[in-house]
């Protein structure tokens, strides 16, 4: 967000997402694996729902951000690190 606000022109919409597009479950399961708990059961899918939506940071490189982590793996991990330190 830091280096949005050093850009003069944002456009009206900008997706603030890593590099690496997963679903929330992917996300939600590899958490629960890194701490050491079991996955959460599996919501019952809804057949209206939308499914498979990804959402792409190609504006947001555009404008020169790059992310410190690739994807919310590494993202998650180096927090949880930090975390256990103190």
Request: a positive charge.
């Amino acid at each position: 967000v830091l280096h949005l606000l050093q850009v003069p022109a944002l456009p009206p919409v900008l997706n603030l997402v890593d590099d690496l597009p997963t679903s929330q479950a992917d996300v939600l399961d590899g958490l629960a694996a890194m701490l050491g708990r079991q996955p959460l059961p599996a919501a019952p899918a809804d057949p209206q729902a939308p499914q498979g939506k990804r959402v792409r940071n190609t504006q947001l490189r555009a404008l020169g951000f790059r992310c410190r982590y690739r994807s919310w793996r590494e993202g998650y991990a180096a927090m949880l690190a930090e975390s256990t330190k103190a």
